[in-house]
């Protein structure tokens, strides 16, 4: 029997054409007094509010005034083992992973310890706007079943995967190219598309995984390949550098994964930065996605990703926090680094291409379209709406707006969590006051056991 259908009112901004190909209010449309219908957990129908209400007089009404009602952010690329270790200071990218993040993933062995971890990243996800994620774990299986038990709990759709590592890595957390598969795909048969939950095939990068285990990996990937595949390429200079030593044969970092069957839809690679016009054309041709980690390429020092270049070069381009290497939880804040990035790359990206890299344009990645990052109806109800004036500063900008992006841009530029005025997974409001926009909202479930509230 079909649930209640729910009726949300508020602004409503459908960004439903891909801005970087069309002009900005060609690929959108706003509804000032706007309205999203939704039911079994899936949107019915957008449009204005006073169209949607007659049409369905028996439906339960959430005002949210003049909140504006987005698709849930989507992250691309995260590792939720490093939640404890963001924000720590000063190493570049292999002696951060020697540093701080091996040594925090030995922990993940005890499930305990992994679902507490996977418990508190999907809430602090949550209290940003972000709805769905693709994950790395570690090499433990017990850290992919914490974070699609608690997926579950949340009712989010998540993408992860066993990090497979057999060589440059410490002890506890090297396997070897028959375990990675047999584990891989023993999970892979466990979780994926089991509820909202989707798993990726998962080699942390060509240094830490001998060509053997790459070739495992690929051949699991040609047997299920309609699983993601995630990685990361050409993230800084020493790292491809270091790449070029351990694989003298290869023509180049890409051709680590590819002579491996590891390029193809459905493979997404983050940061690649520091790209040859070959590699490039390889990644365009094969379908593959860049992951832009705008946060963690200026955290840890990587370099500045062309965002506007590759799009515009044919590539499919997600955006992503890259938590822990990156510095927020926040896709408002990665959304902001983005912007800066574009303008030192000579692309000011307009408001309404940045919102499509946190929604579509990273559920593309993910090839998870036809479900998240969208209000195209049939799409799973994942929303998040927004507070355009949730602090002083930022409501002063906003009082001079004269359209909507001049509207939500100061949000992008300058909102954190306090801007994140509710949020709605599979169609349940699991943050924000049901009714009353002015109220303080409501602290996520598990946040809150474990601040003792």
């Given at each position: 029997?079909?649930?209640?259908?729910?009726?949300?009112?508020?602004?409503?901004?459908?960004?439903?054409?891909?801005?970087?190909?069309?002009?900005?209010?060609?690929?959108?449309?706003?509804?000032?007094?706007?309205?999203?219908?939704?039911?079994?957990?899936?949107?019915?129908?957008?449009?204005?509010?006073?169209?949607?209400?007659?049409?369905?007089?028996?439906?339960?009404?959430?005002?949210?005034?003049?909140?504006?009602?987005?698709?849930?952010?989507?992250?691309?690329?995260?590792?939720?083992?490093?939640?404890?270790?963001?924000?720590?200071?000063?190493?570049?990218?292999?002696?951060?992973?020697?540093?701080?993040?091996?040594?925090?993933?030995?922990?993940?062995?005890?499930?305990?310890?992994?679902?507490?971890?996977?418990?508190?990243?999907?809430?602090?996800?949550?209290?940003?706007?972000?709805?769905s994620v693709a994950s790395f774990c570690t090499i433990h299986p017990e850290s992919v079943t914490a974070i699609f038990e608690s997926a579950a709990t949340h009712g989010m759709a998540v993408v992860a995967g066993k990090t497979c590592m057999d060589r440059n890595a410490p002890d506890g957390l090297r396997d070897d190219a028959r375990s990675a598969f047999d584990d891989s795909k023993t999970l892979l048969e466990r979780w994926h598309g089991v509820g909202r939950a989707t798993y990726a095939i998962t080699p942390r990068f060509s240094p830490t995984s001998t060509q053997e285990q790459l070739e495992a990996l690929g051949a699991l990937w040609a047997e299920h390949p309609d699983c993601p595949m995630q990685t990361h390429l050409s993230e800084q200079t020493d790292e491809v550098e270091w790449v070029a030593a351990l694989y003298p044969g290869k023509k180049d970092y890409l051709d680590t994964y590819e002579a491996h069957g590891l390029l193809r839809p459905g493979g997404m690679f983050g940061h690649a930065i520091w790209l040859t016009n070959s590699e490039r054309d390889r990644l365009r041709e094969h379908g593959a996605a860049l992951i832009h980690c705008p946060t963690s390429n200026t955290f840890i020092g990587s370099g500045l990703f062309d965002t506007a270049r590759a799009i515009a070069e044919g590539q499919t381009v997600g955006l992503a926090t890259d938590t822990g290497g990156g510095s927020s939880f926040s896709m408002l804040h990665t959304m902001a680094a983005a912007y800066e990035v574009g303008q030192l790359t000579g692309n000011a990206l307009h408001p309404a291409q940045l919102l499509w890299l946190a929604t579509t344009g990273s559920a593309c990645a993910m090839r998870l379209q036809d479900r998240i990052g969208t209000l195209r109806p049939g799409s799973d109800a994942d929303l998040v709406v927004l507070d355009l004036a949730s602090t002083p500063a930022v409501a002063q900008r906003h009082a001079r707006a004269t359209d909507i992006w001049e509207a939500v841009f100061p949000t992008i530029m300058m909102g954190d969590d306090r801007a994140i005025q509710s949020v709605y997974v599979g169609g349940r409001q699991v943050l924000g006051p049901a009714t009353d926009p002015g109220h303080s909202r409501q602290v996520p479930p598990l946040i809150a056991d474990s601040l003792g509230l």
């Open positions: 029997m079909s649930e209640t259908q729910t009726l949300l009112l508020g602004q409503v901004l459908d960004i439903h054409t891909n801005p970087f190909t069309v002009a900005s209010d060609e690929a959108a449309a706003h509804e000032r007094r706007g309205a999203v219908l939704v039911a079994d957990g899936r949107i019915l129908a957008v449009g204005p509010a006073d169209t949607l209400r007659a049409a369905h007089p028996g439906a339960r009404v959430i005002d949210h005034g003049e909140g504006l009602i987005l698709p849930g952010f989507v992250d691309s690329h995260a590792h939720y083992p490093q939640t404890a270790i963001i924000a720590s200071w000063g190493k570049r990218l292999i002696d951060w992973l020697n540093t701080y993040t091996f040594p925090e993933e030995m922990r993940f062995s005890d499930p305990t310890y992994a679902r507490e971890i996977a418990d508190r990243y999907l809430d602090l996800l949550l209290s940003h706007g972000t709805t």
